[in-house]
């Protein structure tokens, strides 16, 4: 089916009496899953390394009887490789911390706002998020 540019012009004056802009139009994040819980595309990504890290760091506990203790340990354990070990991850930034009996994981956005919002999670695999500061165990659950 051939439009041409005139097809194009008719599809963005559509949108436009429909009172969306071109940008929203483009940008409205599509889920990746049912129940998916990310609000945009940097936000699936981050989620997305986050539950690769957490099964990581369970297959690594359960061979080794320990948490691992940074994530450089983690390469090669289920889906996690070595260029996952780089902590700049598009529009985040991963914190990784170990400690006694376990660990904390953070995934910090360049720019913090409802798109792009914090999260945090530990051993107990449950990932919690903020949108308005640094995510704690005391944030909401991502659901």
């Keep these: 089916m051939k439009t041409g540019w005139t097809g194009v012009f008719k599809g963005i004056a559509a ?9 929203s139009a483009q940008s409205t994040y599509q889920p990746k899953f049912p129940g998916d819980p990310a609000r945009s595309e940097a936000e699936a990504a981050a989620l997305g390394y986050m539950r690769t890290v957490l099964r990581a760091q369970t297959q690594y506990q359960r ?7 940074s994530l450089a340990d983690l390469v090669h354990t289920g889906s996690f490789t070595r260029r996952m ?7 985040y930034t991963v914190s990784f911390k170990s400690r006694k009996d376990g660990f904390e994981l953070t995934m910090t956005p360049k720019q913090l706002d409802a798109q792009h919002r914090s999260f945090y999670a530990e051993e107990d695999g449950v990932i919690h998020a903020d949108e308005e500061k640094a995510a704690t165990e005391d944030s909401p659950k991502v659901k």
Excluded: D
Aim: glycine share 14%; net charge positive.
């Design 63 to 69: 061979k080794n009887g320990k948490y691992a203790a």
């Design 85 to 91: 070990v780089n902590p700049e991850r598009g529009e």
């Design 15 to 23: 949108l436009a009496l429909a009172g969306v802009s071109l940008a």
